[in-house]
T-cell receptor, first 116, second 114 residues
Framework: EAQVTQNPRYLITVTGKKLTVTCSQN?????MSWYRQDPGLGLRQIYY???????DKGDVPEGYKVSRKEKRNFPLILESPSPNQTSLYFC???????????????FGPGTRLTVL | AQSVSQHNHHVILSEAASLELGCNYS??????LFWYVQYPGQHLQLLLK??????LVKGIKGFEAEFIKSKFSFNLRKPSVQWSDTAEYFC????????????FGSGTRLSIRP
């Protein structure tokens, strides 16, 4: 089954304790992206990757890191989480046509993160 | 800056009522347009998309949307809503000139009274 998986689905942590949220897709998509969803703000892009070893900042990258060592995986790293990073996080992937991403994105189930 | 506006933040309807959710974008060039739906506790799923051709596109579950280029709009419609349509709806745009990211609206929460 074609899908995007995220782990963990729920996480409660404390300020400053490094954490990683994993994202994996089995559709051989070149493009992957991380979003955070907050009430009234919709989806805001954190980082995206057009292919292996190619990453770029989205609209709200501060406090986050990513890496793309393999095509299928795109982990999100919070080196020193703070309470304002409490949010619902979604990973997504998409095909890349010539020149860019024009197709729909496929979303993972989400990770609800609480930073105390 | 490129943006997508969904002016209705929360819409409450009774079952069988007609629905129209607004979406406007601020970009003058060629775009691909999408509507995504997020049912309670679930991830976003594609409802419908417009790339080119007939500006009236039909999606899943009886939804449709009309692209009006002169108004920079891509409104979502459904003639008769059901309780199961309760969800949050997101409009999204990919501008051809910067096709490395998709721009989402802030979402419209739809509540259907049984």
């Amino acid at each position: 089954e074609a899908q995007v998986t995220q782990n963990p689905r729920y996480l409660i942590t404390v300020t400053g304790k490094k954490l990683t949220v994993t994202c994996s897709q089995n559709m051989n998509h070149e493009y992957m992206s991380w979003y955070r969803q907050d009430p009234g703000l919709g989806l805001r892009q954190i980082y995206y990757s057009m292919n292996v070893e190619v990453t770029d900042k989205g609209d709200v990258p501060e406090g986050y890191k990513v890496s793309r060592k393999e095509k299928r995986n795109f982990p999100l790293i919070l080196e020193s989480p703070s309470p304002n990073q409490t949010s619902l996080y979604f990973c997504a992937s998409s095909l890349v046509s010539s020149g860019g991403i024009y197709n729909e994105q496929f979303f993972g189930p989400g990770t609800r993160l609480t930073v105390l | 800056a490129q943006s997508v506006s969904q002016h209705n933040h929360h819409v409450i309807l009774s079952e069988a009522a007609s629905l129209e959710l607004g979406c406007n974008y601020s970009y003058g060039g060629t775009v691909n347009l999408f509507w995504y739906v997020q049912y309670p506790g679930q991830h976003l799923q594609l409802l419908l998309k417009y790339f080119s051709g007939d500006p009236l596109v039909k999606g899943i579950k009886g939804f449709e949307a009309e692209f009006i280029k002169s108004k920079f709009s891509f409104n979502l419609r459904k003639p008769s809503v059901q309780w199961s349509d309760t969800a949050e709806y997101f409009c999204a745009v990919i501008p051809y000139s910067s096709a490395s990211k998709i721009i989402f609206g802030s979402g419209t929460r739809l509540s259907i009274r049984p």
